[in-house]
């Protein structure tokens, strides 16, 4: 497996930032509008549903590597095929409204499924924050002996903030925190905190150990391109910051 270069970069520095335009989002004019706002706000890479035409219509427009979201494995061969540079199992957040609920039984048997589909591409694997956090941890390294590239954390949709604010988003980004505090530690791959991660804890998770964050509502929910662009340069901005002082 060989990391698109410019990934395996910002990796290293621990500065990554990914923008999430959201796994059931297949309305080409937002993601155009997403895709674009990711690109001028400096991220490192996008995420989009596993869809060609959504694939195509991104590498039109930007040139970040373009990663592939999505539950099921067949999906992201046809996504591959149209361009995508890496895939994602998950992000699970989607689905939980719905009363839907990954196991990781299930997660590990779609991992091996999607290995064995396509063994040569970037696969980053979200492990589900409904596992008690020692699970978690199991999982992940189950994951990574399975051929998974990069672990994700997530749970922001489990956690209900009790203040306005900074402590808010604090309490919001808790349990992805504490996963990837704990997932770091015990696998030798790269962790990307994800799901409830704002400016204001970006430098939590690379803190926590996280070689950097996913962040998708605190961007694509917001009206216009230039605030979109903003949100994503203060994302940049936190990393850079956070990134240099845990490297002096």
Do not use: W
Not at 32 to 53: C, M, N, Q, S, Y
Not at 78 to 101: C, K, P, S
Not at 122 to 134: A, F, G, K, R
């Amino acid at each position: 497996m060989t990391m698109h270069p410019t990934l395996q970069r910002a990796f290293t520095n621990r500065r990554v930032l990914k923008v999430i335009s959201g796994l059931n989002n297949f309305d080409g004019d937002r993601v155009a509008a997403i895709v674009k706002a990711a690109e001028l706000g400096g991220a490192t890479f996008v995420d989009i549903a596993a869809d060609p035409a959504l694939v195509k219509l991104a590498k039109n427009l930007i040139n970040l590597p373009i990663c592939v979201s999505a539950v099921d494995s067949e999906k992201f061969v046809q996504a591959v095929a149209a361009g995508a540079d890496l895939i994602e199992i998950g992000n699970f957040d989607t689905f939980y409204a719905q009363g839907r609920r990954f196991e990781a039984e299930e997660v590990l048997a779609l991992t091996r499924q999607t290995r064995a589909l396509l063994p040569e591409i970037t696969l980053s694997v979200t492990v589900p924050h409904i596992l008690e956090l020692d699970k978690q941890v199991q999982l992940a390294e189950q994951l990574v002996k399975a051929g998974a590239d990069i672990i994700q954390t997530e749970g922001g949709t489990s956690s209900n903030p009790s203040h306005p604010g900074t402590l808010g988003l604090i309490e919001k980004a808790a349990p992805t925190l504490a996963a990837a505090y704990e997932i770091s530690r015990a696998v030798s791959v790269p962790v990307l905190c994800a799901s409830g991660i704002s400016n204001v804890t970006a430098a939590l998770a690379i803190a926590s150990g996280a070689a950097g964050v996913g962040v998708g509502s605190a961007i694509n929910q917001l009206n216009s391109e230039v605030a979109m662009i903003a949100a994503v340069r203060g994302l940049v901005e936190a990393l850079e910051t956070a990134s240099s002082r845990a490297i002096a």
